[in-house]
């Protein structure tokens, strides 16, 4: 069951906690389901996937967050080959251009959602919510947690409170689960711990303050003509000093979009240095460098633009373990792409490896092991 904000309020008490349903949170659902755990997963935006996101411009579908995963891991292959066969995801290419220059595939395939990158993320909502579960998961989306910790002002050890908001004006709910896992950007999960009162141990603390992202302009252009992106239709450009793009992508080609559209991303020393500039401005400049590959005057082949500004897109330092527990009993863990490795197959890895976590940290708790 995926329930919007205006949907049913009677759930509120679970096993387990999932803030954030990016790939991460759906992955660590599902897995949780699966040992056989009820779960509500929170979700702030109107629908799931979180930075694998997909949106219609105009008549285009633009991909403006993830572009493509590769798979290397077990865990993660499994998942992409089940999706595979079911039509969700599919092999893109084996490599792109660089600085627009042709490059041989090095033979690892690159996959792309078979609509759009958020078609994984939906397909795996999916699964969790209906599969077998009868329920056990329940999804909200338009609800936004505002702080998470244990229980009471230090916790007595099995609940863990989570308040949250609805996007429809609804006052603050309380939620109380059995343990908890963040799978949010690392400085919005600690926002939360703090809203909570939470006070973390200086090691645990100093971990995840290591923890950075880049943030990234993502600007979508509908053109009323084929673009001069050459096949696959993604273009890498290396980010050094003074480099304005980072990425251009060809929805058309990619075979998500019925008409052309470019996804141009900015760089990271680039987005930060106009995070807060106005927006037609960032608008003007990522059109100018995107330029090239446009088939004739932007002024009048340009249909329509949208500009989307990522705060926390891809993290510049990560931890090296899959998660970091904040707290044994209750569990509470911090995991996602900022845990392990970067990027979808980072996050899904790692959303897994905090439910395995979980699961065992509950079992311990249960039976009187834990701390
Ligand atoms: C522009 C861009 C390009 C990228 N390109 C690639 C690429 O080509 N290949 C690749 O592998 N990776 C790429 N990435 C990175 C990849 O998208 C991420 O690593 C991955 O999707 C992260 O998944 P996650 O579940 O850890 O986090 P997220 O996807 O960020 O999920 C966290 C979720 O938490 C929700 N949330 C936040 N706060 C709250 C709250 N208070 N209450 C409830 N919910 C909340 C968010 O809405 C979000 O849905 C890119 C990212 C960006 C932004």
């Given at each position: 069951m995926i329930d919007g904000?205006?949907?049913?309020?009677?759930?509120?008490?679970?096993?387990v906690v999932v803030i954030g349903a990016g790939i991460a949170g759906l992955c660590a659902a599902g897995e949780l389901v699966r040992a056989g755990r009820r779960v509500i997963v929170l979700e702030k935006s109107r629908g799931v996937g979180g930075r694998m996101a997909t949106r219609r411009v105009g008549a285009a579908v633009c991909d403006h967050g993830a572009q493509f995963f590769t798979v290397r891991g077990r865990g993660f292959e499994g998942l992409v080959r089940d999706a595979a066969a079911d039509g969700a995801v599919t092999v893109w290419c084996h490599g792109f251009t660089r600085n627009a220059a042709p490059v041989a595939g090095d033979g690892h395939p690159r996959w792309r959602g078979a609509t759009g990158m958020t078609d994984l993320p939906k397909r795996l909502a999916a699964l969790a919510t209906t599969a077998g579960s009868s329920g056990r998961c329940v999804i909200r989306t338009a609800s936004r947690a505002v702080a998470v910790g244990p229980s009471g002002v230090k916790g007595d050890g099995h609940r863990v409170d989570v308040m949250l908001e609805a996007s429809d004006g609804a006052p603050v709910e309380g939620l109380s689960a059995r343990g908890a896992l963040l799978t949010t950007p690392v400085p919005q999960s600690l926002d939360l711990l703090a809203a909570a009162g939470v006070a973390l141990d200086p090691a645990t603390g100093d971990r995840l303050a290591t923890v950075g992202y880049d943030p990234c302009f993502a600007l979508m252009v509908v053109l009323d003509r084929p673009s001069l992106?050459?096949?696959?239709g993604g273009m890498q450009f290396d980010v050094d000093e003074g480099a304005v793009v980072a990425w251009i992508a060809d929805n058309q080609q990619k075979g998500i979009s019925a008409v052309p559209a470019l996804t141009v991303h900015a760089t990271g020393r680039f987005s930060r240095e106009h995070f807060d500039a106005p927006p037609a401005d960032v608008e003007r400049i990522l059109l100018e460098h995107a330029r090239p590959w446009i088939d004739g005057d932007p002024a009048r082949v340009v249909v329509a633009t949208s500009l989307q500004r990522w705060?926390?897109?891809?993290?510049t330092t990560v931890v090296a373990e899959p998660l970091v527990a904040v707290?044994?009993?209750p569990p509470i863990a911090c995991c996602g792409d900022a845990f392990a490795g970067p990027r979808v197959e980072g996050a899904a890895s790692s959303g897994m490896a905090a439910a395995r976590w979980i699961d065992h940290a509950l079992a311990a708790v249960a039976d009187g092991r834990a701390p």
């Open positions: 904000a205006t949907g049913s309020r009677t759930v509120s008490e679970t096993d992106v050459p096949p696959p705060k926390f897109a891809l993290p707290s044994d009993a």
